[in-house]
């Protein structure tokens, strides 16, 4: 069974840093292409970033140039740097893997495994 853990989040000041951590137990990160999504209060799950396999990635363009994921196979965890951070980037943040995937995703259905969250505050 895998299992995703994040870490990492917290209280910040607007434009602030964070940098939040998904380590993979139970398989093989290098099967995974992952993702980051976020949940905000009273509104939808939505996609934050991914990386793929082959170290592609993808960002909202809420985030673009101010968040950078990447992934250390060797140690089984996925990151996210967040730079400049907002008040809207207040949210629940989830670390996701899409198992064997067929081609890079933004979706939350496309997702195998999910982790619990990590809270990230950011104060204006």
């Known amino acids: 069974q895998v299992q995703l853990v994040e870490s990492g989040g917290g209280l910040v000041q607007a434009g602030g840093s964070l940098r939040l951590s998904c380590a993979v137990a139970?398989?093989?990160?290098?099967?995974?292409?992952m993702g980051w999504f976020r949940r905000a209060p009273g509104k939808e799950r939505e996609f934050v970033a991914a990386i793929t396999r082959r170290e592609t990635t993808y960002y909202a363009d809420s985030v673009n140039g101010r968040f950078t994921i990447s992934r250390d196979n060797a140690k089984n965890t996925v990151y996210l740097q967040m730079n400049s951070l907002k008040a809207e980037d207040t949210a629940i943040y989830f670390c996701?893997?899409?198992?064997?995937?067929?081609?890079?995703?933004?979706?939350?259905?496309?997702?195998?495994?999910w982790g619990q969250g990590t809270q990230v505050t950011v104060s204006s």
């Open positions: 139970g398989g093989a990160l290098s099967s995974y292409d």
């Open positions: 996701a893997a899409d198992y064997l995937p067929i081609g890079a995703s933004r979706a939350a259905p496309d997702y195998d495994y």
